[in-house]
């Protein structure tokens, strides 16, 4: 966050109950595209998440880089933008 000059954000403080996950992404998840330029979005996103949220964080990773290895089938797909999460679990 924040790498261009002059932008704000607003802060927020969040509270985790035990076993809560947290994921942060950048966009290039969602516009993620296929060889029939359709974008991974929003709602297959959610649905990894939701398949996987009871795994280990790095499983829970792992498991939405498979989900856009299917979307394309397996094949180098087309994106130009950064693939980056970060996922975090609540234990105590």
Do not use: W
């Not at 790498?3 to 516009?31: A, C, F, M, P, R």
């Not at 979005?41 to 939405?64: T, V």
């Amino acid at each position: 966050m924040g790498i261009k000059e002059n932008q704000t954000h607003k802060s927020k403080t969040l509270s985790l109950s035990v076993d809560d996950v947290l994921v942060i992404y950048t966009d290039g998840i969602e516009e993620f595209f296929n060889f029939q330029l359709e974008a991974f979005g929003i709602d297959r996103m959610i649905r990894s998440f939701q398949e996987s949220k009871h795994l280990h964080p790095r499983e829970i990773i792992q498991h939405l880089f498979d989900r856009l290895k299917d979307f394309t089938q397996g094949k180098e797909a087309y994106h130009c933008d950064d693939l980056t999460i970060i996922v975090a679990r609540r234990v105590e």
